[in-house]
């Protein structure tokens, strides 16, 4: 999939059904306080694999991500592997 910069690729209690690889740019993984303000605590680059923790605990997404910059990322579909 491919995505501009700014694009959110799965918003924060999205449900989930797959995760994902970074094949090219950078995604910010961020949660959003109760005031409202934004909280990067991880920073996907070429390589990196996320939104795996759904898999696991089958709860909704726990954070947003969003392109910082033109990006392509592939999706697993969680269907396969559960």
Not at 45 to 72: I, N, W
Request: overall charge negative; aromatic content about 6%; cysteine-free.
């Amino acid at each position: 999939r491919t995505l501009r910069r700014g694009d959110v690729l799965f918003s924060e209690g999205a449900a989930a059904d797959a995760l994902y690889i970074v094949a090219t740019g950078r995604i910010a993984i961020a949660n959003k306080s109760i005031d409202g303000r934004e909280s990067v605590v991880a920073l996907m680059e070429p390589g990196d694999l996320f939104g795996e923790m759904p898999l696991f605990d089958d709860l909704d997404r726990s954070a947003e991500a969003r392109a910082l910059e033109p990006s392509t990322v592939v999706a697993i579909p969680y269907e396969p592997v559960r």
